[in-house]
């Protein structure tokens, strides 16, 4: 099986609401959907969510790099050849991440269609029987995000993640109003997504947070300052996670020589894929360090390759890959159920992909 042809679809995902992170807010998600076309008549699908805030992509230069850059290099290569793929990808470029991964995950959905397995089978089959998720919420007011806390709990959900970091002060109310809400053991992470800056600047807000039991609290500090992590470990009780700072694993060789973080957020399109996030898991899980596959809002694309990489391994341990239920359209058919997703037998991602809701959502198309 060869590569022989591939078509770039530039999408918008429009949103039921909102999405308010502490860098941005989002009023549709920018998607890039690839398709690969195999000589034997196969199609595989992937995805690249990009984030010029996190990755250095934009939404207009990953599709031009997919263009002009990977996928000419790559026609003609075996699917299955992964570990030969991302040489040729890294050599023909730097970074792009989240280009990688689109290739990445179509590769696994090839091969899973070659083989009638589902990704998880390819990559040392189910290690958890069954994957729950978190209800994200936006930065809010206080009491709207203690409202909607409350709602999520009576829809079913088991845990609950707060995004913050717009300011200390608010950030803490806006905690302490979820708790009270919610009360003292039911199971919240917050992120402030790199929002509080620097270690000095964080340290009084986690100890302002001791008190509310958080489960972890991811990203503190702005990415790369990684002693400013290590500083902060040693001074909480709140187990602390990198997201932002560990895109591949050079940054995790650091976090672990400094005993930086106790878990990490791996996220497929900053990663390069599957298979890097795998050699992640596999690193984090000699030194120790637990995983979460985490989200940049991605279709059921890109959602259906995270649980399929996060119900393989021992040490992922969380998921938050909630972008279809954001969605007022989607391409695919992931199957939630609150507070669970349900991956299928069938093969590669295992999810059936709407064409026509692909072309309705598609502002640029080019074949390659």
Not at 77 to 101: Q, R, T, V, Y
Not at 330 to 342: A, K, R, S, W
Request: with cysteine.
């Amino acid at each position: 099986m060869i590569i022989e042809r591939c078509e770039i679809y530039a999408t918008h995902l429009p949103l039921k609401e909102p999405f308010v992170i502490s860098y941005e807010t989002y009023e549709y998600m920018p998607s890039v959907i690839v398709k690969l076309i195999a000589d034997n008549g196969l199609v595989g699908y992937g995805e690249a969510v990009p984030d010029e805030h996190v990755t250095g992509e934009t939404f207009y230069a990953t599709f031009e790099v997919l263009k002009h850059v990977l996928l000419p290099a790559l026609k003609q290569e075996n699917p299955f050849n992964l570990e030969k793929i991302h040489d040729i990808m890294n050599s023909a470029i730097m970074g792009n991440p989240s280009a990688k991964a689109a290739i990445d995950i179509a590769c696994y959905d090839l091969m899973g269609k070659y083989t009638k397995l589902p990704i998880y089978d390819l990559l040392g089959g189910k290690f958890h029987e069954s994957l729950t998720f978190a209800k994200v919420l936006s930065i809010d007011e206080p009491e709207i995000m203690a409202e909607k806390a409350q709602e999520a709990v009576d829809q079913g959900y088991t845990s609950l993640k707060l995004k913050v970091g717009w300011d200390i002060e608010s950030d803490v109310e806006r905690i302490a109003a979820v708790r009270e809400k919610v009360g003292e053991k039911f199971p919240i992470r917050v992120d402030a997504n790199q929002g509080w800056g620097t270690y000095a600047n964080a340290l009084p807000a986690v100890k302002a947070l001791e008190p509310f039991h958080l489960s972890w609290l991811e990203q503190p500090i702005r990415m790369g300052d990684i002693d400013g992590l290590a500083e902060l470990k040693e001074k909480t009780t709140i187990p602390i996670m990198a997201d932002e700072s560990i895109h591949h694993g050079y940054h995790l060789q650091e976090l672990i020589k400094k005993k930086a973080v106790d878990k990490i957020n791996i996220k497929l399109m900053k990663c390069g894929g599957i298979y890097q996030a795998i050699q992640l898991a596999k690193t984090a899980e000699i030194a120790g360090i637990s995983c979460q596959i985490g989200s940049m809002v991605e279709s059921s694309i890109g959602s259906s390759a995270g649980y399929h990489t996060a119900i393989s391994r021992k040490n992922i341990t969380s998921t938050e890959l909630t972008g279809p239920l954001l969605f007022s359209q989607d391409f695919g058919n992931l199957d939630y159920e609150i507070p669970y997703v349900h991956l299928t037998r069938e093969p590669g991602l295992g999810i059936n992909i709407n064409e026509e809701v692909l072309r309705q959502l598609t502002i640029k198309k080019e074949q390659v």
